[in-house]
Nanobody, 120 residues
Framework: QLVESGGGLVQAGDSLRLSCLFS????????IGWFRQPPGKEREFVSV????????HYADSVKCRFTVSRDNAKNTAYLQMNSLNAEDTAVYYC???????????????WGQGTQVTVSS
């Protein structure tokens, strides 16, 4: 249902834009969350965007550096990541749920993840 793309190996200070393509029906009826799992750590919340895109939240660690958006006409959500640093190295996942939020349990569908590696 969800496929992430756009990950890669970058240097500290660089930018990346991740995409999350939803292949099911009624993309507009799902909030989209972004999570990440650093090496050896638990999966953590990064950002969430509401169904219409008018309600957005970020983890403190990415606030002012990351920007989430969505295009319901293209069934796609995006995560623009600027000023990347080594602590942003992780597998990034997008997820779809009826209401969204910061907890993994709120999401019904998950992508397979895309690796982001930031070299310092």
């Amino acid at each position: 249902q969800l496929v992430e793309s756009g990950g890669g190996l970058v240097q500290a200070g660089d930018s990346l834009r991740l995409s999350c393509l939803f292949s099911g029906r009624a993309f507009y009826s799902y909030a989209i969350g972004w999570f990440r799992q650093p090496p050896g750590k638990e999966r953590e919340f990064v950002s969430v965007i509401s169904r219409s895109g008018d309600n957005i939240h970020y983890a403190d660690s990415v606030k002012c550096r990351f920007t989430v958006s969505r295009d319901n006409a293209k069934n796609t959500a995006y995560l623009q990541m600027n000023s990347l640093n080594a602590e942003d190295t992780a597998v990034y996942y997008c997820a779809a749920g009826p209401a969204g939020g910061g907890r993994k349990e709120l999401y019904t569908y998950w992508g397979q993840g895309t690796q982001v590696t930031v070299s310092s």
